[in-house]
């Protein structure tokens, strides 16, 4: 965890905030609920044993430390608490339609868009790693949004060192394969060799082989999951909906967030797109908050 302080070289480096920070959506009832700005002053950090005793003082320094972080990057609003994750963990099943021959009898990792719950919450997944966006990392943290990275090796490989600073932030890392490809398109062997490959590297980089893979694209067929399964993954969720620096899309008709959905973004900046890492966030956050959902973390729920 990051410590209550806000560093303010970071401070002066933060992105410029949107056009649409002028109309922050901070009511005075939830500016009243977190102290009425007379909350604590610098608190030294989580778990130490300097934290004010009272714990309805620390949740209204933390509460106040949220909402400043939400007008800093720009929300509208702030971000929603997850709920405590799942004592018993739900049963993950593939989507229906997305199953491959052997699925059941061969126990291969389930394919699916949605996590069964009845919480009102999503999962946001980031994907390939070409972006390595500094702000981003600060603004993830400050505003303590879970989230799970996806690399392909050839767009993380120059620097390894950005997303073990993200690792260290308590976000999982996981397979994207080595190179990128569209795996139905290869052979068995091939297959076997970008996704346990890229074990390998994540092994050897980040100190753990992950248990989860997404496929490029989402595609995949039946020798992916057999290949997958067979270098230690156990599940492979693609997602329910994208969201773009500006706009979203949706697998389903009703062009809706549903409970559990997974969303996919990617690492993009600039380059890729007009905007940045921030900006696309922004969106996000912006709507899932608006829609009443909290971001919670997809290894809490597998
Ligand atoms: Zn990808």
């Not at 290949?227 to 949706?250: L, M, N, R």
Request: a neutral charge.
């Amino acid at each position: 965890m990051r410590a209550v302080v806000q560093n303010d070289k970071n401070r002066a480096r933060v992105a410029k905030p949107a056009a649409g920070t002028a109309a922050l959506a901070l009511t005075a009832a939830l500016l009243a609920g977190c102290g009425g700005g007379s909350a604590p002053g610098p608190a030294a950090g989580h778990g130490g044993p300097a934290r004010p005793a009272d714990p309805r003082a620390r949740q209204a320094a933390e509460h106040a430390r949220l909402v400043a972080a939400a007008r800093r990057w720009g929300l509208d609003r702030v971000p929603r608490t997850p709920p405590a994750p799942p004592a018993r963990k739900p049963v993950i099943t593939p989507r229906d339609g997305f199953e491959v021959d052997g699925q059941e009898e061969e126990d291969l990792p389930p394919v699916f868009t949605t996590v069964p719950t009845r919480q009102k919450v999503v999962f946001l997944t980031i994907d390939d790693g070409a972006e390595k966006d500094p702000a981003f990392l600060r603004m993830m943290s400050e505003l303590k949004i879970p989230y799970t990275a996806f690399l392909s090796n050839y767009l993380v490989k120059d620097d390894y060192g950005y997303f073990r600073r993200m690792q260290a932030e308590g976000v999982t890392l996981d397979n994207h394969t080595l190179t990128h490809p569209y795996l139905p398109g290869l052979s068995y062997e091939e297959q076997k060799d970008e996704i346990c490959g890229m074990q390998t590297v994540m092994k050897k980089q980040f100190g753990k082989a992950p248990t989860v893979f997404r496929p490029p694209y989402g595609n995949y067929n039946g020798d992916t999951l057999r290949a997958a399964k067979s270098c230690g993954i156990k599940y492979a969720p693609i997602w329910d909906e994208e969201v773009f620096v500006d706009h979203w899309e949706y697998r389903d008709w009703d062009r809706s967030l549903h409970p559990g959905d997974i969303v996919l973004t990617h690492f993009r900046g600039r380059d890729d797109w007009d905007g940045t890492m921030v900006d696309d966030m922004r969106r996000f956050l912006n709507k899932v908050t608006a829609e009443g959902y909290a971001v919670a973390r997809l290894e809490d729920y597998l």
